[in-house]
């Protein structure tokens, strides 16, 4: 891992006081349990509503890419909340803090949403296949020949998609043509897709305090928001057939998270640390 924080680390407790008066993980409960409720109706309210003329049969409406985005976004989701959860209990930088508490607050709301829309479909809470094997459905937006970040220059965007049973299996760098290269993780712990943490970076996270805990944050979760983008960008595409709502939050996603990454850049500069490889 490039950088790690050097700062002696800081001892500090779950149970500390915040200024309010509560120890930290009440208030970190506090504000996840409000954004999965308020998220989970919200979820709810749109995806009855978005098939509303449907008939019964809202899992075949909503299509491969609303519901594969859905299940897999949540997985990514998941590990984005418990880091928050990890840095507001155990680091000490106010900005590093308030910038957690947000995305607690954000992805927690869009579990919730996800998860509400899965129900309304009908669709499985967890994906039945390999992880992002719904990219591989319906349109290839890359079939036109076009070069961008998800599309790689030869104009084959199944390179290296044949064998389903490694996809998102932490072949970074590897899988559906652009999501970025990590720094190799030991055979037998790879992230479960695009930029998430192995096993052996969560475990050492959990074991930082202080400013190490800060720093170690800022770096995971740059790294954890720049490998989501490829997700949000397919189901953004129109030619990829997910409902409005799912594309308007997909939308809503990348731009919240690319501001969080150009705050997290500024925060590991003024610490003099370097994102991960």
């Known amino acids: 891992m490039a950088n790690d924080a050097t700062t002696p680390a800081e001892s500090t407790s779950d149970d500390d006081p915040r200024a309010d008066g509560r120890p930290r993980w009440l208030t970190t409960a506090l504000v996840a349990i409000a954004a999965l409720l308020i998220g989970a109706g919200l979820g709810l309210a749109f995806g009855n509503r978005g098939d509303s003329g449907a008939g019964h049969d809202h899992h075949a409406g909503a299509g491969p890419t609303a519901i594969g ?25 106010p900005k590093v803090r308030e910038l957690a508490v947000g995305m607690l607050s954000d992805q927690g709301a869009e579990i919730g949403q996800m ?5 309304s479909w009908g669709a499985p809470l967890k994906n039945p296949g390999a992880p992002m094997s719904w990219m591989n459905h319906g349109d290839d937006h890359c079939a036109d020949g076009h070069v961008d970040e998800h599309c790689p220059a030869t104009g084959d965007a199944h390179a290296g998609h044949g064998d389903h049973g ?20 030991p055979a037998g712990d790879q992230p ?44 953004i595409d129109p030619k990829n057939g997910a409902p409005e ?5 997909a939308e809503q996603m990348n731009q919240a998270q690319t501001g969080e990454e150009a705050t997290m850049k500024q925060l590991l500069a003024e610490r003099g640390a370097k994102p991960l490889g």
């Open 69 to 93: 985005f859905s299940q897999d976004m949540i997985v990514h989701h998941e590990q984005a909340v418990e880091m928050t959860k990890i840095v507001i209990a155990n680091g000490v930088d």
């Open 115 to 119: 998860t509400g829309w899965l129900q």
């Open 166 to 185: 490694h996809e998102g299996h932490g072949q970074q760098g590897h899988d559906h043509g652009g999501a970025p290269t990590s720094a190799a993780a």
């Open 192 to 235: 479960i897709m695009a930029g998430m943490a192995t096993g052996a970076e969560m475990d050492k996270f959990r074991s930082l305090r202080g400013a190490a805990s800060d720093t170690y944050f800022l770096q995971l979760m740059l790294r954890h928001h720049e490998g989501g983008h490829h997700m949000t960008g397919m189901a």
């Open 245 to 249: 709502y799912v594309r308007a939050l």
